[in-house]
């Protein structure tokens, strides 16, 4: 087991640097959540019980799917301190066999971080269910696509997100410069993108120090100005948190209501990034930032948001920078872009480590990774993927001309991947945890409901830019899949043609091989045995050396193989080793 205990300093010093990693995307959305919620049919309903509809249905979505989903469930479900629905899928491997990769052998099961104390209870229940899943071929790669989609939509996150942060953070400049053309901001969107990605081949840790105090600072700003309108504008706005305004909302907005659900979704963007990157800090230290600074600032925005509109909504589609303060305006938008850049720099590293991660169980054809730090193992650079990463993103900023088509794309990637994350969490609860079947089935359908709802909403706008996602996810996933198909064929080929030592050791006099002073390493996918490879190299060099040692460097699913444990040297004939 990874040691992950830590004193009330250490999660202390790890709440603040999650800040400047974790919250950036979820903190910025107060940008755009209103903007994209009244942007079709719903800005005919201007009555202050249609905002305070729309502002409850916020607070309960935040509520519902950030703080109890992901922030007091999800963070348990951690795989030896790592999350991310890479982390789900190991567990699920691991605890009910679900795994597709040829080359497990019985010593994966004696690492230390195999098996975890807390999941060794097992429900009669679900351990018929699972032998059921076990034994059927087809769950196991519905199970692995399903995988490979999430994780897509994830990579698509990583070219979306900096796009409407950025360029919803410029758009602010038109709120004080109406007549500044549209081309112009875009202009110096795109700028600010390309920089992005060109100084990622530098590293993030030179800067990264910077990021959570400009996010703490950005928080703490955007709840003042929204007490500050709360007070001015509507003090009664505090009544809009009760769920029965949710009801008046659909009762006076029925279609265009449940339409509007798309712009409403956009409130837990960033909600997945509190799992997937819980291996950087612990789960005390996130709970801690966002129960104290996130989850408060941003409540409080929304209803200083609410209470701005309810008495000047036909700033509606500016509502964020229309309600700040004349003497405010500029350092908060200067707070607002370096905000936008932070959470962009966080999700493109994410999505830099999300395809190391699909690299290392072979479903992604092979890239250069680059380590940039000789301290922080996550700290990592592939240049191939910034590079698409950037051609995406600036296409999307310029082929997006309504930046609320962006953020219908935008709200469809994250929903889906939320969508799929719950029900890999059902089974989680099931399957490893080893609760009743009811129970995960409670989870998935409470939580699934409220998703498959926005859903149907984001679906609807698909015409409207969220089909890009989708058609580049599905694009991704089969790239990703037929790659993983090809590699299990290629190790299954290896395997089944592996050429026994006996037959070796018959050969070798008649050979007449020189045999040089040396060490000599053949590189393997074989976790044992003798690849048919090696039979060439005796048939068709004319020396080799004295000693041989079969490498094999093979990918385990879990997330940390203790340094001591990182070996396995087996002999397989005399004189000769497996390493």
């Not at 990021?211 to 003042?224: C, D, M, R």
């Not at 607002?336 to 932070?342: M, P, R, S």
């Not at 995406?392 to 799929?420: E, K, Q």
């Not at 879990?558 to 004939?573: A, D, S, T």
Request: some cysteine.
């Amino acid at each position: 087991m990874v040691d992950r205990s830590y004193q009330c300093k250490d999660v202390l010093i790890l709440a603040y640097q999650s800040f400047g990693v974790l919250f950036g995307d979820l903190s910025i959305s107060p940008l755009y959540v209103f903007k994209s919620t009244f942007s079709g049919n719903l800005s005919n309903y201007q009555s202050e019980d249609v905002i305070f509809g729309a502002l409850s249905l916020i607070f309960w979505t935040l509520t519902l799917l950030s703080l109890f989903k992901h922030v007091i469930i999800l963070l348990n479900a951690d795989d030896n301190g790592e999350g991310g629905i890479f982390a789900l899928y190991s567990l699920l491997c691991r605890h009910a066999k679900f795994s597709l990769l040829p080359n497990h052998q019985t010593a994966d099961e004696e690492l230390s971080t195999y098996h975890n104390p807390r999941y060794s209870y097992r429900n009669p229940q679900s351990l018929t269910v699972k032998r059921f899943a076990e034994r059927h071929k087809k769950a196991k790669t519905a199970l692995l696509l399903l995988v490979l989609f999430g994780t897509c939509l994830l990579i698509c996150v990583g070219f979306l997100t900096p796009a409407i942060s950025i360029r919803s953070a410029i758009e602010g400049v038109k709120v004080r410069s109406s007549e500044l053309h549209y081309g112009v901001v875009l202009i110096i969107a795109c700028i600010l993108l390309v920089g992005l990605f060109v100084l990622q081949h530098r590293g993030t840790y030179r800067v990264a120090f910077m990021f959570a105090p400009i996010v703490i600072l950005w928080s703490l700003s955007i709840a003042a100005i929204g007490v500050y309108n709360i007070l001015k504008w509507n003090p009664r706005v505090y009544k809009a948190l009760s769920p029965y305004y949710i009801y008046t909302f659909f009762r006076d907005t029925r279609y265009d209501g449940w339409i509007s659900l798309g712009g409403v979704l956009l409130c837990v963007t960033g909600a997945e990034a509190m799992f997937a990157d819980l291996g950087q800090y612990t789960a005390a230290s996130i709970r801690l930032s966002f129960f104290c600074i996130i989850y408060p600032c941003l409540v409080l925005q929304y209803m200083g948001q609410a209470a701005f509109l309810s008495k000047n909504f036909a700033a509606v589609s500016t509502s964020f920078y229309a309600s700040i303060p004349d003497s405010l305006f500029w350092p908060v938008l200067v707070m607002a872009t370096l905000a936008a850049i932070v959470a962009s720099q966080s999700v493109i590293s994410a999505t830099f480590s999300i395809v190391k991660q699909c690299y290392a169980i072979g479903c992604f054809p092979r890239v250069k990774v680059v380590h940039k730090s000789k301290w922080f193992r996550g700290q990592i650079y592939i240049p191939e993927i910034n590079w698409v990463l950037l051609v995406l993103c600036l296409a999307v900023t310029v082929g997006f001309r309504d930046i609320n088509h962006l953020g219908n794309a935008y709200g469809l990637t994250y929903m889906s991947a939320m969508f799929l994350t719950t029900w890999l969490t059902a089974l989680i609860i099931n399957f490893v945890w080893g609760q009743s079947l009811v129970l995960a089935l409670l989870f998935a359908l409470f939580f699934g409901s409220i998703e498959i709802i926005f859903l149907s909403s984001s679906f609807i706008r698909i015409s409207k830019g969220g089909w890009v996602p989708l058609v580049l996810s599905v694009i991704f996933m089969l790239i990703m899949f037929v790659w993983h198909y090809g590699s299990r064929k290629k190790y299954l080929y290896d395997f089944h043609n592996k050429v026994p030592m006996k037959q070796i050791l018959t050969l070798g006099p008649s050979l007449g091989i020189v045999r040089v002073p040396g060490i000599g390493l053949i590189f393997t996918a074989l976790v044992s045995g003798v690849p048919a490879t090696f039979t060439r190299f005796l048939t068709n060099l004319p020396t080799f050396y004295q000693v041989a040692v079969f490498v094999c460097e093979k990918t385990v699913l879990v997330p940390y193989v203790p340094q001591k444990e990182r070996y396995l040297i087996g002999r397989i004939g005399p004189k000769s080793f497996r390493i």
